[in-house]
């Protein structure tokens, strides 16, 4: 017995013919005076069950208000959040949980996290929009009582308002503190923010006990990359000059701990150098203990940036510049002979004062506060520069993220389908206002399916033999089948279709999302599998905007097992917020709901 509302919106040209509509029917103008039917009741279809007639499989079936307390709603509005990914592309689309790597066995699914304030963390670029933004689910109301599945608001309008209110610019995943004005130095942080991002270099940073040889590897890795623009940025430039009574008794002074370093200097150096502009850094004199007995190095912006010294790690706001952490691990009497042999040579130091330092200082900081950093690092270096085979590894890896997007640098999980003429021949036609309806649709779809099974090639899977018709053995993989998809009503119920198609009786559930957010809540009305916690879920969204800071931040803060897949990414955001260079309202664009001439459908 059904009792709640599903949702789905379906346009003339998609929705199955035959189908039922088991509540009454509606239509409405979009703001652009089109026509917009809201099947409400249809579909959603079931595994194994295409005409969604189990009870499983029939979302409507789950939506009773009486077994779904605002407690329970809560817990399953957290594992939502935390699930969830949202997908984003002209065609875009993005699943969650671990992938092929890191869950090999589908059957170990991931524990749910129940944290009470979950963040959903968007990202967007939507065959085209850049866009990070932060959903706070606490934000939501979870106790006004409201029922599970219905319009979430107690004093909102009703769900076909809400639609058509979202039928503007289409900024699912759009979350302004308090609603920022459209003012002009939103637009102007707005661009600047895009322009910054555009220009983000590969940060790299390298630590490891002294004379470990980062200096070394830090050389073989710049030596490869010298068709790219690399500058190497030394911790030991920004040691403090020491005081005169400091120099008195410089044998008693610990340059191992990270208090002898102008953490400030260098964090000031990296913010110019990752905003596009030269900075002087410093050249640190080890005889006389200054910074200042030589001129400053004019450090370039560049593509890559290499951040090199014993505690590079050790400061939390300096590791987050990094794109990749590289950790020196060497031998401790490796390092001390070298050591010895350096300072002795090259510092004119006797080995007497070397040993004294190593023992009081060095070494002791090596365990307390060098060593523990070790663990930040993304990759450990066994034997420095030997390890030439380390070295063309990172050399390689830094040259892929190089040939990527930014977003792509910072964002691990961000995954842009490659480009082909093919695809951005569709790009292309959808972009250009002048393609009509049908030709739109076309491509749009032939493009969704793309991103859609290139998607699917993030699933968890495990390794398969099958015999051939000609006996013979073959070893493939086995994709997890527990999967649903939810589409962001209602561009994103475009791409359902795809998704049904590569998947046979998919579940699909829906949420709506208010752009200014209706009575403080943003997600407006949801309709989700009851076991949604168990799947790996497919998020829908062709479109996703927002503004501002929040790029970086949305970016930042999105859980690594969510994976973001998309076709292209935009250029940014104009002064109005749309996405540029766009492709306008898709949802309207794809629908029809653009049309002014369409008729207005009476409801049934
Ligand atoms: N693989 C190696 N074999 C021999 N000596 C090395 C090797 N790597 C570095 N060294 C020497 O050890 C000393 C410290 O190396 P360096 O790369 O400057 O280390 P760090 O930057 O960690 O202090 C230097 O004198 C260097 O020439
Ligand atoms: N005046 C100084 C400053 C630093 N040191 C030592 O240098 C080591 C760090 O430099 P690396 O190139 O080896 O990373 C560190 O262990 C300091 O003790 C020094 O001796 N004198």
Redesign the pocket.
Known sequence: MTRGILITVSSRQTAPKGRANTTTGLSLHSKLGGVYTPDLGRDTTVDGDPNGTSSEGNLCGEVSSDTHTPESRRRRCDRLATNYALGIGSAAYSLTQQSASDQPAYNHRQPLISNRRSTFTLLASLGNVIIGSVYEYESLNHSNGCRWGHHMGSSSKSVVDLIEASSGVHFSGLHLDGLEPRNSEVEQRTTSAAEHLHKQPFVIGVA??????????CDMIIEQLHDQRVVLVNQDSFYHNLTPEELTRVHEYNFDHPDAFDTEQLLCAMEKLKHWQAVDIPKYDFKSYKSNVFPARRVNPSDVIIL?G?LIFHDPRVRDLMNMKIF?DTDADVRLA??I??DTV?KSRDINTVLDQYSKFVKPAFDDFILPTKKYADIIIP????NHVATDLIVQHIRTKLGQHDLCKIYPNLYVIQSAFQIKGMHTLIRDAQTTKHDLVFYADRLIRLVVEHGLGHLPFTEKQVITPTDSVYTGVDFCKRLCGVSVIRSGESMENALRACCKGIKIGKILIHREGDNGQQLIYEKLPNDISDRHVLLLDPILGTGTSRCSRGLQTLPERIKIVTSEIEVGLNKDFRVIPGMGEFGDRYFGTDDDDQPVVPPQ
């Open positions: 490891g006990g002294a004379a470990s040889g980062k200096k070394a590897v090199e014993i020196v070298r050591r042999r350096r090259e034997r420095g520069g030997d």
